[in-house]
């Protein structure tokens, strides 16, 4: 597994770059044009809850190789207050923003592989794996 | 000390001893940068770094075969990007980070001056190819600075192409509005606001909002997508939006994103065959 790049998540426009970054990426492995759209889209959620409630934080992007075959692997930390309920967070529709509440649930479906990792108190770590079809 | 490669058993024997040389060198070359990046982070880097030579090193060719894009480097390479990710960040200069790297070298010529001081071929031989590693991983870091300010640029360039929404009277009692770049930020409101103004001042009783030109749909664009045609509804006009292509049709199902009461059309044309329809004008082929 190689890192490409690591986006520092401060401003609403980090996020732009990291679906830039994203984008870039799957076309690297030559992904499809509609999983390049979802593995963008989930990294925009993903960027943007880090920023809206995990008090900003990186993103980063690795080029994974598993038999013969590229990935595209984003991993996402924050050092905020974490998520107490990570089952509750995952449910369309809860939100302690005034948002939609589809963010996780709806990133979660758009990639392969989903893991969320938070503790409160000290932060949230979510991984994005995509492949190429 | 085998004569292959002189700096992987210094430091696999010495590492503290480099590292804590190397820390002095920075702070007394001046390219800490103490008000940018804490005491604690300049160690955490400088081991980290230090750490992937060592790693690598042992497997490596340091000699005029020397060549960091060998995978054999790829850590380094990883840790090189955390570093000057930070470092950028925090807006250290292309020659402080430069000379961060390039200070490794007095603790490693001392080392290699005591045990070679009787050896001067060898001396200058490890010398030199101490030379060439630290400086290639030096341009490297210097490299991967540069590259991130234009990234820099590039990410400011990418917030200014930001919605740019000009709305525009079509037909009798239509407006439509193109919508291009991304729909992050407050803008989204300005084009709602927009919208409605426009709703008002032409007496429309259709919006036609294209989103050809809108790259990604995730769930706040569609949170202001929901909002614009709630809002133009209240205006006693209707939304209609286009230009949703297949694979962001997808990546909204998929989202979970449901848009009800809104009328959506595959392109400008057919949104504006159905807002024809909607007020009345009958198109004729002539
Ligand atoms: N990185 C994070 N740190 C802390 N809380 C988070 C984080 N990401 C998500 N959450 C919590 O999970 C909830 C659901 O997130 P999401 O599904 O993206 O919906 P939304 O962003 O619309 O609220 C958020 O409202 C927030 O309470
Ligand atoms: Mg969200």
């Not at chain 1, 409630?53 to 598993?66: D, K, P, S």
């Not at chain 2, 990546?251 to 848009?259: A, D, I, K, S």
Request: negative net charge; glycine residues 8%.
């Amino acid at each position: 597994m190689t890192l490409r790049k690591s986006v520092t998540l401060k401003t609403h426009g980090d996020i732009a770059y990291a679906r830039q970054v994203a984008g870039e990426l799957m076309v690297e492995i030559e992904a499809s044009a509609i999983k390049r759209t979802k593995f963008v889209t989930a990294v925009s959620e993903i960027a943007r809850n880090a920023i809206n409630y995990g008090q900003g934080g990186v993103i980063t992007f690795h080029l994974a190789e598993a038999s013969g075959r590229k990935r595209a692997l984003a991993v996402c930390t924050d050092r905020g207050p974490g998520i107490e309920d990570v089952d509750a967070a995952l449910r369309d529709g809860f939100s302690t923003g005034k948002s939609l509440g589809l963010g996780l649930g709806g990133a979660k479906r758009l990639v392969d592989q989903f893991e969320i990792v938070s503790t409160p108190g000290s932060g949230t770590r979510v991984s994005l794996e995509c492949g190429p079809r | 000390m085998p004569n292959k490669n002189t700096m992987a058993a210094i430091l696999s024997t010495d590492f503290d001893r480099v590292l804590s040389g190397w820390l002095k060198a920075q702070t007394k070359e001046g390219v800490k940068r103490a008000d940018l990046v804490s005491a604690e982070e300049s160690k955490e880097q400088s081991r980290d770094l230090l750490s992937a030579i060592a790693d690598a090193l042992p497997d490596a060719a340091v000699d005029s075969e020397l060549d960091l894009t060998e995978t054999v480097w790829d850590p380094i390479r990883d840790v090189l990007e955390t570093i000057t990710e930070n470092r950028t960040q925090r807006g250290v200069s292309t020659t402080e980070m430069g000379w961060f790297i390039g200070s490794l070298k007095q603790p490693l010529f001392e080392i290699l001056h005591t045990e070679l001081a009787d050896k001067p071929t060898e001396f200058m031989r490890e010398m030199w190819n101490s030379t060439r590693l630290i400086d290639q991983i030096s341009l490297h870091a210097i490299e991967s600075l540069v590259e991130k300010r234009e990234a820099t640029i590039e990410r400011q360039r990418a917030e200014m192409t930001e919605v740019s929404a000009p709305v525009v009277k079509i037909w009798d009692r239509i407006v439509t509005v193109p919508l291009i770049g991304t729909l992050d930020s407050f803008r989204a409101q300005t084009v709602m606001e927009n919208i409605l103004d426009a709703i008002v001042q032409w007496e429309a009783e259709v919006a036609i909002i294209d989103i050809t030109g809108v790259s990604t749909v995730d769930t706040l664009v569609a949170q202001h997508l929901l909002k614009t045609a709630a809002a133009v509804r209240l205006m006693g006009a209707e939304c209609v939006i286009c230009g949703i292509s297949p694979k962001i049709a997808q990546t909204v199902v998929n989202l979970g994103v449901e848009l009800p009461n809104i009328t959506t059309r595959v392109d400008l044309e057919s949104g504006l065959a159905y807002a024809f329809d909607r007020v009345g004008v009958t198109v004729a082929r002539g």
